[in-house]
C-alpha cells in the first residue's frame, strides 16, 4: 500500500515540475522593429478584418488587442472593423447605423459564433478561420514571418470640391503566384458614438477602422486573372464621389490581394485619403 | 503487465486483420451494441419572433455509436454528421465523419485505451471530458488512458492525450493523474462509515507564439478532495488550485486560481437534507488558452442551483461564472407520512430549495491598474472572500400529491433573481426579478391512457415581462404520446413582440426506438453550461427526432 | 490510408453486427461506477440470484424518470412476489446534482438498488440515448427487453415481459 502512495506522491510530483510559472513584466520588450529596413524593402504586411459591434460588451477589449499590435507593428499591421450582426443593430440608445451591405456579406461568409472575432489575413490559424481575440496576436504575428510575394502601392488624388477621389494602386508579382484579386476598401476612423463595454455604455467612444464601403464590390476585381510569374506589374484604378457623410480627413484607403484559389491575403497595404 | 500489454495488441492486431483470421468466439460470443440518434429540422420564418429560415431550409444532426465488446476488449466508433447543423449548435459543426474511435481492453486489475475516451477527475474541478449532443458539446480527449486498481478501493488513473475540437484536435496538451483510495473499503468492507480520499494534477502545454505576452507554456491545476459517508450523514469537499494562466476567458491576467466545492447532506426515510457552498477565483481551465464559449474546457464547475424541469422556471437559467464566484444552496425534500391526514394515502412530496450566488470580492492591484487588466495580476482577493454584486438568488418551493390510484398532483413557486449583465454579458441591461407559479395536473383513465394539463405563470417587469403557458398532452401507454403548447409571451413590453409560440408534437416509441414530430415556434432561450450561457435563437420548425438503441 | 482503415473497421463493425445479433443473449458490459457511499463496483457483479432484474436508467433532474420509479415503487412488492425481479436503478446525475440522489431517494423511501455513474460511462457502454431507458435482463443476466421514455402506464408494459420471463 505504502509503495503505491509512493508511487503516486513520485508521479504527482514529477507533474508538478512541469509548469511554468511567469514572472513581471509579463509583457515582451519590443525594440523598434523598423530601424534597419530599408525604405524601399518590401515586406509583408498582416490584414486584420474585424467583426464588431457598438452592443457587444467585449468589442472595446478587441479594438485594445488591435491597438496593441499598431504599437509593435506600427508599420505592419492594418485593421479593417466590419460593423455586423446581432450586436450591431440600431436603436434609440445606440442610433449610428455603421452597418453595410459588403460588411454583412462577409460576416455572413466567414460566420463569426461569437463577436469580436477576426480573421487574420483570411488564413487559418490553429485551424480556424475566425479567431478570437486573444488568438490574434500569434497568428497576426505567423503571418507577419512569411516572405512577401506581392508588393503593393497606393497613389490616391481628392478633389476636395467634388469630393472626389481617385484611387490607383500598383501590385508587382515577387515571385509565381495564383490567380489574385484586389479589393479596395475605405475605412474611418473618429467615429464618436455609444458602444457597450465591460463595465456598461461609454457615450463617446472613438470607433476605429470602421469599414464604409467597398469600391470596386464585396469581392474585388480580378488583378491577375491568371497564374502570374515574378515581376509582373498591374494597375488598377478606380474614382469615386465620397459619401457626404464622411468626414475625408479620417479616411484611409485599405487594398489587399487575395489568391482566387485558396482566398488567402497575401499581401495588403493602407494610405490616408488626405495625407 | 507486460503480457497483458502483449495480450492487447494481439487483439487489436486481429481485430485490424481479414475477418477470415477470426476465431469463431470472436465473432459468436462477442457483443454489439449502439444507438441512432437524428435529429432534422424545416426551417420556417416568423420574423417578428426572430425565427429566420436557413440558406439550406433544412438542418439536421445525426449521431450513430456501434460498440464492440469480447470479453475484456471493447472498440467503438461514432458517426456524426450535420447537414448542416441545427439552428444553434456552432457553424464549426458542418460535415460528417468519425467523431469518435477507441479500442480498450479492461479486467478487474486494468483499464486502458487508445483513441477517444471521456474521464473524470473527483468533481471535474480539474478535468472532466464529457459530451452532451443536446448542449452541442463532445470535449473527449483522443490519446492514451491507464486506470489501475492495485487494491480494493485504489483507482490510479493517468491521461495524456489532445481534446476534440468540433472536427480537429485542439492546440494543447493534456497531461493528467489521478489517484482515488476508499479508505475502508478494503480494510472494512463491511462498515457502514466511508470515507475516501483523492488527489489529481492536471497539465497543459500550448507553445508560447504571442508577440504581446510572455505566456506560461505549461499550465498545471491540482485538487485534493474527500468524503466521508456514515448512515444517513454525508460530506464531501474538493479544493482545486491553478497556476498562472493568462487565457481568452480571464481577460489575459497572471493571478493563479482556486476553488473549492464542499457538500453536506443528511438523510432518512421521510426527509434528506443538502447543503452545497462554493467559492470560485479564476478557475476557469481549458486545454487552449484561447478557447472560448464551450471549446475545449478541463474544468467542470457546476452551477449551484435547482435544475428546473418547467419551462418557465427554467427561463432563467444560472451558470457558474468561472472567474469568480460565491455561492450556496440549500436544500429539502420531505415526505409526508402515507395515510396520514396531511400526507393523503400516497404520502406528499415537498422540496424546499433556496440558492443564492454573488460575486467575489477583487480589489485593485494599486491605484493605477483597473482590475482585470491585461498582461497583470489581474486583481487581488482573499479566500473565501464575498463581493457585493449579486448574481442570481431563488427560492422555490414544490409539492407533488398523488391523490388517487388516477389522480396526480405537482404545484410550485419560485422566485428568482437573475443578473442579467452578468450572467448573459449585456452591461447595462436591467436584472431580472421574476416570480413563476406552475401546476401539473395528471390523470389516467382506461387503464392505460392518461390526460395530463400543465400552466405556468412567470411575472417579471424586466427583460420581456410576463409569460403564460399552457400544455396538454394525452398519452396512450406505452407508445404513443399527443402533446401541444402555448407559451405567451402577453406581458412584453413592446406590443408587436407579445407573440403566441405553439408547439405540436407526436411520439412513438416501442421497446428502445422512439419517433417523434414536432411543429411550432419556440422562443429564444439561453442554454447554460459551466460557465458559459450559449443563446439558442427562437425557431419555427418542423422537426423529427429519431432515436434507437441495439 | 486513414480512411481506408476507417471503412474497414467499420464494415467489420456491420459484418460482426449481423453475425453477433443471430445468437443474442447479450450480457452487461464491464464498467465501473460507484455505489451511493462511493465504493467502486463493477458492472458485472449486478445479480439477483436467477430471478430477473430492471436496469434503469435515470437522473434526479428528469421528471419522467421520477414518475417511472414512482410508478415501479408502489407496485414492487407486488412485483417481488410474483417474479423476484430486483430494480437496478443507475443514475447518471454529474457533479452538479450528483449529490442531490442520496437524499432525494431516501427522503422517497424507494427500496432499489442504487448506483452512480457520474460520468456517463454506463450509459454510454449501453447504448442509451437518453433517459429514462430501461433494459430487462433475465435470470442468466441477459438483456432481454429494453424500452426508452415514460408513460403514464407503461409500467405495465414490463411486467408483462417479467411475467413472461418468469412463465419460462
Given at each position: 500500500?505504502?509503495?503505491?502512495?509512493?508511487?503516486?506522491?513520485?508521479?504527482?510530483?514529477?507533474?508538478?515540475?512541469?509548469?511554468?510559472?511567469?514572472?513581471?513584466?509579463?509583457?515582451?520588450?519590443?525594440?523598434?522593429?523598423?530601424?534597419?529596413?530599408?525604405?524601399?524593402?518590401?515586406?509583408?504586411?498582416?490584414?486584420?478584418?474585424?467583426?464588431?459591434?457598438?452592443?457587444?460588451?467585449?468589442?472595446?477589449?478587441?479594438?485594445?488587442?488591435?491597438?496593441?499590435?499598431?504599437?509593435?507593428?506600427?508599420?505592419?499591421?492594418?485593421?479593417?472593423?466590419?460593423?455586423?450582426?446581432?450586436?450591431?443593430?440600431?436603436?434609440?440608445?445606440?442610433?449610428?447605423?455603421?452597418?453595410?451591405?459588403?460588411?454583412?456579406?462577409?460576416?455572413?461568409?466567414?460566420?463569426?459564433?461569437?463577436?469580436?472575432?477576426?480573421?487574420?489575413?483570411?488564413?487559418?490559424?490553429?485551424?480556424?478561420?475566425?479567431?478570437?481575440?486573444?488568438?490574434?496576436?500569434?497568428?497576426?504575428?505567423?503571418?507577419?514571418?512569411?516572405?512577401?510575394?506581392?508588393?503593393?502601392?497606393?497613389?490616391?488624388?481628392?478633389?476636395?470640391?467634388?469630393?472626389?477621389?481617385?484611387?490607383?494602386?500598383?501590385?508587382?508579382?515577387?515571385?509565381?503566384?495564383?490567380?489574385?484579386?484586389?479589393?479596395?476598401?475605405?475605412?474611418?476612423?473618429?467615429?464618436?458614438?455609444?458602444?457597450?463595454?465591460?463595465?456598461?455604455?461609454?457615450?463617446?467612444?472613438?470607433?476605429?477602422?470602421?469599414?464604409?464601403?467597398?469600391?470596386?464590390?464585396?469581392?474585388?476585381?480580378?488583378?491577375?486573372?491568371?497564374?502570374?510569374?515574378?515581376?509582373?506589374?498591374?494597375?488598377?484604378?478606380?474614382?469615386?464621389?465620397?459619401?457626404?457623410?464622411?468626414?475625408?480627413?479620417?479616411?484611409?484607403?485599405?487594398?489587399f490581394a487575395y489568391s482566387d484559389v485558396t482566398g488567402e491575403i497575401i499581401q495588403v497595404e493602407e494610405a490616408k485619403v488626405i495625407e | 503487465m507486460n503480457l497483458k500489454i502483449t495480450r492487447i495488441i494481439a487483439a487489436i492486431a486481429l481485430l485490424l486483420l481479414s475477418k477470415a483470421s477470426f476465431s469463431q468466439d470472436f465473432i459468436d460470443k462477442a457483443n454489439i451494441s449502439g444507438n441512432i440518434y437524428s435529429e432534422a429540422s424545416y426551417y420556417l420564418e416568423d420574423t417578428l419572433i426572430g425565427a429566420y429560415k436557413t440558406r439550406e431550409n433544412i438542418g439536421a444532426n445525426i449521431y450513430g455509436n456501434i460498440l464492440y465488446r469480447y470479453k475484456g476488449l471493447s472498440a467503438g466508433v461514432r458517426y456524426e454528421a450535420y447537414l448542416p447543423q441545427l439552428v444553434g449548435f456552432d457553424s464549426k459543426f458542418e460535415g460528417m465523419g468519425i467523431a469518435h474511435r477507441y479500442v480498450s481492453y479492461s479486467d478487474s486489475l486494468f483499464d486502458v485505451s487508445i483513441g477517444n475516451y471521456y474521464e473524470q477527475f473527483g468533481s471535474g474541478l480539474v478535468l472532466r471530458t464529457y459530451e452532451d449532443k443536446n448542449l452541442g458539446i463532445d470535449n473527449a480527449l483522443d490519446g492514451f488512458r491507464a486506470v489501475i486498481r492495485p487494491l480494493k478501493g485504489v483507482t490510479l488513473k493517468a491521461v495524456i492525450g489532445k481534446q476534440r475540437y468540433y472536427w480537429e484536435s485542439g492546440p494543447g496538451t493534456v497531461r493528467g493523474l489521478d489517484a482515488e483510495w476508499n479508505v475502508l473499503q478494503l480494510l472494512k468492507p463491511e462498515s457502514a462509515t466511508n470515507i475516501l480520499v483523492g488527489g489529481s494534477a492536471v497539465s497543459r502545454y500550448q507553445p508560447d507564439d504571442d508577440p504581446l505576452y510572455i505566456l506560461p507554456e505549461n499550465v498545471a491545476a491540482y485538487a485534493g478532495r474527500m468524503s466521508l459517508t456514515s448512515g444517513g450523514f454525508f460530506v464531501s469537499g474538493e479544493y482545486a488550485q491553478k497556476i498562472n494562466d493568462p487565457s481568452a476567458t480571464n481577460s489575459t491576467i497572471y493571478k493563479s486560481g482556486q476553488a473549492l466545492v464542499a457538500t453536506t447532506s443528511y438523510s432518512q426515510k421521510g426527509i434528506g437534507i443538502l447543503f452545497t457552498g462554493k467559492w470560485v477565483d479564476n478557475m476557469d481551465f481549458r486545454s487552449s488558452r484561447n478557447a472560448t464559449s464551450n471549446d475545449l474546457t478541463l474544468s467542470y464547475i457546476p452551477s449551484t442551483s435547482l435544475q428546473h424541469t418547467y419551462s418557465l422556471p427554467g427561463m432563467y437559467p444560472y451558470a457558474t461564472q468561472p472567474t469568480g464566484e460565491a455561492s450556496l444552496m440549500g436544500q429539502v425534500n420531505y415526505q409526508i407520512r402515507k395515510n396520514s391526514k396531511l400526507g393523503g394515502k400516497y404520502g406528499t412530496n415537498i422540496q424546499l430549495s433556496a440558492s443564492v450566488a454573488n460575486s467575489i470580492n477583487k480589489q485593485k492591484l494599486n491605484d493605477t491598474t483597473e482590475i482585470e487588466t491585461p498582461g497583470t495580476l489581474g486583481y487581488k482577493t482573499s479566500f473565501l472572500s464575498i463581493g457585493n454584486e449579486k448574481y442570481f438568488h431563488e427560492v422555490a418551493l414544490e409539492i407533488s400529491r398523488k391523490i388517487n390510484k388516477n389522480l396526480k398532483t405537482v404545484a410550485g413557486a419560485t422566485t428568482q433573481f437573475y443578473n442579467l449583465a452578468k450572467i448573459q454579458g449585456h452591461p447595462g441591461e436591467e436584472s431580472v426579478r421574476a416570480l413563476v407559479v406552475y401546476a401539473d395536473v395528471s390523470y389516467k383513465f382506461l387503464e392505460s391512457q392518461n390526460i395530463r394539463i400543465e400552466a405556468q405563470h412567470l411575472s417579471t417587469k424586466q427583460d420581456n415581462g410576463n409569460w403564460a403557458m399552457l400544455l396538454a398532452e394525452y398519452s396512450i401507454?406505452?407508445?404513443?404520446?399527443?402533446?401541444?403548447?402555448?407559451?405567451?409571451?402577453?406581458?412584453?413590453?413592446?406590443?408587436?413582440?407579445?407573440k403566441h409560440y405553439y408547439l405540436g408534437s407526436v411520439s412513438y416509441s416501442h421497446a428502445s426506438h422512439r419517433v417523434s414530430v414536432r411543429f411550432g415556434k419556440q422562443s429564444e432561450g439561453v442554454v447554460c453550461i459551466g460557465g458559459v450561457c450559449r443563446l439558442v435563437p427562437a425557431s419555427y420548425a418542423a422537426s423529427v427526432v429519431l432515436s434507437t438503441s441495439f | 490510408m486513414k480512411r481506408i482503415l476507417i471503412l474497414s473497421t467499420l464494415s467489420l463493425f456491420v459484418f460482426f453486427t449481423l453475425q453477433a445479433q443471430s445468437t443474442g443473449g447479450k450480457k452487461l458490459p464491464s464498467v465501473t461506477i460507484k455505489t451511493l457511499d462511493g465504493k467502486t463496483f463493477n458492472t458485472t457483479q449486478i445479480s439477483n440470484n436467477g430471478k430477473p432484474i430492471i436496469l434503469s436508467f435515470w437522473a434526479s433532474w428528469c421528471r419522467p424518470c421520477l414518475k417511472e420509479m414512482a410508478a415501479i415503487s408502489d407496485l414492487y412488492d407486488d412485483w417481488q412476489d410474483q417474479t423476484g425481479v430486483k430494480l437496478v436503478a443507475v443514475s447518471i446525475d454529474d457533479a452538479r446534482t450528483v449529490n442531490n440522489v442520496r437524499p432525494l431517494v431516501n427522503a422517497r423511501g424507494w427500496e432499489f438498488e442504487f448506483y452512480l455513474d457520474t460520468n456517463s460511462d454506463f450509459k454510454r457502454a449501453m447504448g442509451v440515448n437518453d433517459v429514462p431507458h430501461t433494459f430487462i435482463l433475465n435470470g442468466k443476466g441477459e438483456i432481454v427487453y429494453q424500452h426508452t421514455s415514460y408513460t403514464e402506464g407503461s409500467e405495465k408494459e414490463l411486467f408483462k415481459k417479467l411475467k413472461e420471463l418468469a412463465g419460462n
Open positions: 500500500m505504502k509503495k503505491v502512495f509512493h508511487f503516486v506522491l513520485g508521479l504527482l510530483l514529477l507533474l508538478a515540475a512541469s509548469c511554468d510559472i511567469v514572472d513581471e513584466p509579463y509583457t515582451r520588450i519590443i525594440g523598434n522593429d523598423d530601424d534597419d529596413n530599408e525604405p524601399t524593402e518590401v515586406v509583408q504586411k498582416v490584414l486584420l478584418e474585424e467583426f464588431t459591434g457598438h452592443q457587444c460588451p467585449n468589442c472595446p477589449a478587441g479594438a485594445q488587442v488591435a491597438n496593441q499590435l499598431h504599437e509593435i507593428y506600427p508599420e505592419k499591421f492594418i485593421v479593417i472593423a466590419y460593423h455586423a450582426g446581432w450586436f450591431a443593430r440600431t436603436n434609440t440608445s445606440f442610433p449610428v447605423d455603421y452597418r453595410t451591405t459588403e460588411g454583412t456579406a462577409l460576416d455572413v461568409y466567414f460566420k463569426p459564433g461569437s463577436y469580436p472575432s477576426g480573421v487574420v489575413n483570411r488564413k487559418p490559424y490553429n485551424n480556424t478561420i475566425i479567431l478570437d481575440r486573444s488568438i490574434w496576436a500569434p497568428a497576426t504575428a505567423a503571418q507577419m514571418s512569411n516572405e512577401p510575394k506581392l508588393q503593393l502601392q497606393i497613389l490616391t488624388n481628392y478633389n476636395e470640391t467634388y469630393r472626389a477621389l481617385s484611387v490607383a494602386v500598383t501590385a508587382k508579382a515577387l515571385t509565381t503566384l495564383d490567380p489574385l484579386k484586389l479589393c479596395i476598401f475605405v475605412t474611418e476612423g473618429g467615429l464618436v458614438s455609444p458602444q457597450v463595454a465591460s463595465g456598461g455604455t461609454i457615450d463617446n467612444y472613438v470607433h476605429n477602422h470602421v469599414f464604409r464601403a467597398s469600391l470596386n464590390g464585396t469581392w474585388g476585381q480580378n488583378l491577375f486573372s491568371q497564374e502570374t510569374i515574378a515581376n509582373q506589374v498591374r494597375t488598377i484604378s478606380v474614382l469615386t464621389i465620397l459619401n457626404s457623410s464622411w468626414n475625408a480627413q479620417n479616411l484611409s484607403i485599405v487594398c | 401507454a406505452p407508445r404513443w404520446s399527443f402533446a401541444i403548447s402555448d407559451q405567451f409571451n402577453y406581458g412584453n413590453p413592446e406590443n408587436e413582440r407579445r | -
